[in-house]
């Protein structure tokens, strides 16, 4: 039996938080899994309220409620998650974010047939029903495709633990969690895509990290993961290298105007 656990991070978002636990509570429904929520030091009183709402749900052990002392970012917070975890396979779940109900079996099939990769893509879709990105058949994803033209879409990722374990996000991005992903397939690690949806992405939150004002925000952090996708230059087509570089001199600007209004 497949051993799950899925880690979701959270930040002020209490009530909207709740869909995506009753989603997880409602997937995989009697799968072996655990439910971990990383409180990332909220302002709202998320963990009392969750604790009051889920007092028999974590009495039970399903629920699992841990606060951080100092807010760490989405990607600090998903690594701590992992400490917590005993599951074999991680899924990685946005507050903001749920799973569909249509897809409980064939998500666990699909892990069980292609348990020699080490990292699982599965696909997103919006609240309207419509596939996130281009369509693609299942298949291995390389270093040099994943540098080159990513994922074709937002996807949810599976991770084997043991193989989180050796390269984990990089807490100072507060995001980025491509560069780790690249590490991971440089260090012999596999990856693979799916052709099932196993996320409805909510893309409709002004403080979803991929909005163009918290990119600009994270100007910073930009630059760095742009700095770090250049390890992998030998990777690169030309057209990548050319953006990568591009992207450091426009984050730099970004940066340097925003410090000379200050």
């Known amino acids: 039996m497949i051993e799950i656990s899925i880690i979701t991070p959270t930040f002020n978002r209490k009530k909207l938080l709740v869909r995506s636990i009753e989603s997880s509570f409602n997937f995989l429904y009697g799968i072996n899994k655990e439910i971990i929520i990383i409180d990332d030091n909220s302002e709202d009183d998320t963990e009392t309220y969750l604790e009051e709402k889920y007092q028999n749900e974590i009495i ?11 807010n760490l970012g989405v990607t600090g917070a998903k690594n701590n998650g992992i400490f917590h975890a005993s599951g074999e396979w991680l899924v ?11 897809c409980t079996a064939n998500f666990i099939k699909e ?7 080490d990292l699982l893509f599965f696909r997103c879709r919006n609240e309207n029903g419509k596939l996130i990105g ?4 299942k298949s291995e994803i390389t270093l040099k495709e994943l540098l080159n033209n990513g994922t074709p879409g937002e996807c949810l990722p599976v991770i084997k633990k043991e193989a989180f374990k050796q390269t984990l996000y990089k807490e100072y991005l507060r995001g980025g ?4 992903y690249l590490e991971m397939l440089s260090k012999g ?4 895509i799916s052709e099932i949806i196993a996320r409805v992405y909510d893309d409709t939150g ?4 991929c909005t163009k004002a918290q990119i600009k925000n994270r100007s910073k952090q930009m630059i760095v993961f742009n700095i770090l996708k250049l390890k992998f230059i030998k990777h690169m087509t030309p057209k990548t290298l050319f953006g990568t570089l591009g ?8 940066s340097i105007t925003k410090l000379s209004k200050k």
């Open 189 to 192: 690690k596999k990856a693979y």
């Open 111 to 117: 892990i069980q047939d292609n348990q020699h990769y």
């Open 177 to 180: 969690e491509a560069i780790t």
């Open 134 to 137: 281009s369509s693609r058949i």
């Open 206 to 209: 002004d403080d979803r990290l």
């Open 247 to 254: 992207r450091i001199l426009y984050y730099s600007y970004i």
């Open 92 to 102: 990685f779940m946005d507050s903001d974010d749920y799973f569909p109900p249509e």
């Open 60 to 70: 039970d052990n399903k629920l699992k409620i841990f606060k951080l002392n100092k």
